[in-house]
């Protein structure tokens, strides 16, 4: 079991602190300042120390084949640096003066293969990639049309972009869609006479609602507002990427839609375990980041362990050595969807509004459901479900402002290639167990605090740490 003094640590009270910073350096004492706003907002993050734990069940992490965790991908990554032996750690500048090499070039000419695309750029990370895409593709005068949810990354991007202009639509919501494109075609004559383009940015898996986006519906939305051709899509796969897909080519790859995309960015840090990023494309795309991108021009080469780990990746999904694990996380989402729906507590626990998982909506009919599963409950009560499962060794944390906008905080579950069906049983049951807890307390209370037990032990643990801190010996 998980003490619950890891969590103290994992989970600190956030107390103001410029004001005891009276006589402090005022350089210091403004940005702590700065940071008591957030801490005040509870919007304050923490690097969390991670320890592994040898009992704790991963439903949180983002290697979503376990090919970290497993160590499948160390093998061809130690066959990638034996097999060059003479490698040149760094790549000794950027790309376009002495950082570029063969090896590199073969790599993207890999990557272009596998996903059917005509060429590929390498980027240090999908943030840098994104950012560099919103910047430096759309043109001034044409516009970016958005998902409301898309990454943080490509709203860095559009505030440098110099689009005309950059508006969103409702998450998913396809005629929320069809009336900005119609907005836009009414409002910018450049762009409805086809001489000015737009750019639609969408994710294809949204991570923190475990959605996919109905791709298909919105390119075809967007041909029949813009039947010239003058609107174009890009794909951010991050979540997709290894996990759907024939060995993993993606979202776009398993819907067949590769041909109407005209841009893909599929992540290496998440399901394929290394980093970095590449932009599926085709050679004006490629040449107009390479020719435009301050991130590609003015920053070193990736390194050679960095290309050679990409490259072990896509050595593993390849060879086919990913498809059961692929296979594998749908049937544990399944499982899951069946031991939930299946639980004595399960229909009571919904109908009170103490579970809600959006995503189990249908999930027997769903041959698409994704790794990403939210659970939804009372705002103040996703962390007390979080400190339970934590303590039955369940891996898995809660989802808050600033990440999600306030009000919608949940606790985000997610599924693996190598948890087990004992592990997803224990999951299942043990939210179901809490559920009951919180019901049970929610008859009895009548308005009074209801704190469940895990909640109660972290409570205490906080504390006894407070009191340690403050020199008051903790007990015997
Ligand atoms: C949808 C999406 N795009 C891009 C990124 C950034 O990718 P990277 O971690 O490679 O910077 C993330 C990462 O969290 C993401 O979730």
Redesign the pocket.
């Known amino acids: 079991m998980v003490d619950a003094k890891q969590l103290v640590e994992w989970f600190p009270n956030k107390k103001a602190k410029a004001p005891g910073m009276k006589n402090a350096n005022v350089f210091y004492r403004n940005l702590e300042e700065a940071l008591d706003i957030k801490r005040a907002e509870n919007a304050t993050f923490t690097i969390r120390k991670n320890e592994p734990n040898p009992r704790s069940m991963d439903f949180s992490t983002?290697d979503f084949l376990h090919l970290s965790k497993s160590g499948l991908i160390r093998q061809p990554f130690l066959d990638e640096l034996s097999a060059h032996p003479d490698f040149h750690l760094g790549a000794g500048g950027s790309r376009l003066l002495n950082g570029n090499n063969a090896y590199t070039d073969e790599a993207e000419k890999e990557i272009a293969e596998f996903h059917s695309g005509e060429t590929s750029l390498l980027f240090h990370?999908?943030?840098?990639?994104?950012v560099a895409i919103m910047v430096s593709v759309p043109r001034p005068g044409d516009a970016i049309v958005f998902d409301e949810l898309?990454?943080a990354?490509m709203h860095e991007g559009m505030q440098t972009s110099k689009a005309l202009c950059k508006k969103s639509f409702k998450h998913n919501d396809t005629e929320s869609f069809r009336e900005v494109l119609l907005e836009i075609r009414e409002s910018e004559q450049m762009i409805r006479e086809g001489k000015r383009s737009i750019l639609v940015a969408l994710?294809s898996l949204y991570?923190m609602d475990g959605d996919l986006c109905p791709l298909k519906e919105l390119i075809e939305i967007g041909g029949e507002i813009f039947p010239d051709g003058n609107i174009q899509f890009f794909v951010?796969e991050?979540?997709t990427t290894g996990v759907f897909g024939h060995q993993g080519r993606g979202f776009v790859n398993e819907l067949g839609l590769e041909h109407k995309v005209a841009i893909r960015?599929h992540?290496?840090?998440?399901a394929l375990a290394c980093?970095?990023?590449s932009v599926v494309c085709n050679d004006t795309v490629r040449d107009t980041l390479v020719n435009t991108a301050r991130c590609f021009i003015y920053s070193t080469a990736p390194s050679f362990p960095m290309v050679a780990a990409i490259k072990a990746g896509y050595y593993l999904m390849r060879s086919g050595q990913t498809e059961a694990l692929q296979d594998n996380i749908r049937h544990n989402v399944k499982h899951f969807c069946k031991t939930m729906s299946e639980h004595e507590i399960w229909d009571e626990a919904n109908d009170e509004g103490i579970l809600r998982i959006p995503n189990m909506d249908d999930w027997e009919n769903n041959p698409m459901i994704t790794q990403v599963m939210p659970v939804m409950t009372r705002q103040r009560y996703t962390k007390f479900l979080c400190y339970h499962l934590q303590l039955q060794s369940l891996n898995c944390f809660p989802i808050d402002y600033p990440v999600v906008p306030r009000g919608f905080n949940r606790l985000r579950i997610v599924f693996h290639a190598t948890n087990t069906e004992a592990e997803v049983e224990h999951l299942a049951n043990s939210i179901c167990e809490w559920a009951q807890e919180m019901l049970l307390l929610e008859e009895s209370g009548k308005g009074g605090v209801r704190i469940p037990s895990a909640a109660r032990q972290v409570n205490e643990a906080h504390a006894a740490a407070e009191l340690g801190r403050a020199g008051v010996p903790s007990g015997p």
């Open positions: 983002l990370s999908g943030f840098e990639a994104n898309v990454h990354s994710e991570s951010d991050a979540h960015m992540t290496y840090g998440k980093t970095g990023a």
